[in-house]
């Protein structure tokens, strides 16, 4: 089977950083992805890591280790737009990438 | 470019009713999922069409569920009869043909299904 876990909440301050953790079991792994969902929107796509090392984006980036089945988003300079839910998700074969979901992870910006 | 939409987005029926979702997918993707998402847990897979051909449907909870995908453009879920753990957000997404270095889904906005 698998299973992939991320803290259910956290919060943090406008301008500050915040990493999300996430860690996976799952056999044939790969790729992982990062999306993020506002409360009643669409899952929009943030990142994609398939090899070790980090993929930087803008404010956001990701990290992978598949040794540890470890990946991370950061996110610098937060904003109060970034209030939302953050979700990690393993796919298992290639071409198909069928998502296997985490619950997410929900980050409240504060002023 | 239009994204990916889904009518309704939000139902409201009676256990024992029927309920027909409908998801329209980015124009020329071939690839076509459906999720879900009950509450308190993690959004599920349910199934992944290839045009018109179901390529997965291994996450379809049981025969109440029938999807379809005519002509290989919009599909259709159908739940029917409705039993009340069928309440959820039933999100689809699409993405282009295979090949690509990794396959980036595109989702819609989800459809609230809430059977009373």
């Known amino acids: 089977g698998q299973n992939i876990d991320q803290p259910t909440e956290m919060t943090a301050t406008e301008g500050a950083i915040v990493q999300i953790n996430c860690t996976y079991q799952?056999?044939?792994?790969?790729?992982l992805f990062w999306y993020q969902q506002h409360a009643g929107e669409a899952p929009t796509f943030l990142s994609y890591n398939v090899l070790d090392g980090l993929e930087e984006k803008g404010r956001f980036s990701s990290f992978l280790s598949r040794s540890k089945g470890y990946s991370y988003l950061l996110l610098k300079e937060l904003q109060m737009k970034d209030s939302a839910s953050y979700l990690c998700a393993v796919t298992r074969r290639w071409g198909y990438s069928t998502l296997t979901f985490g619950k997410g992870t929900m980050l409240l910006v504060s002023p | 470019e239009a994204g990916v939409t889904q009518f309704p987005s939000h139902s409201v029926i009676e256990k024992g009713q029927t309920v027909t979702l409908r998801c329209d997918p980015i124009?020329?993707?071939?690839?076509l999922y459906w999720y879900r998402r009950v509450m308190g847990k993690e959004i599920k897979f349910l199934l992944h069409?290839?045009?018109?051909?179901?390529?997965?449907e291994s996450g379809m909870p049981n025969n109440r569920f029938l999807a379809e995908r005519t002509g290989g453009t919009y599909s259709t879920l159908k739940v029917q009869p409705a039993e009340l753990e069928d309440s959820g957000v039933y999100f689809c997404a699409s993405s282009q043909e295979m090949g690509s270095s990794y396959n980036e889904q595109f989702f819609g906005p989800g459809t609230r299904l809430t059977v009373l």
């Open positions: 124009s020329g993707h071939d690839n």
């Open positions: 069409f290839v045009k018109e051909s179901k390529q997965d």
């Open positions: 799952t056999s044939g792994f790969n790729g």
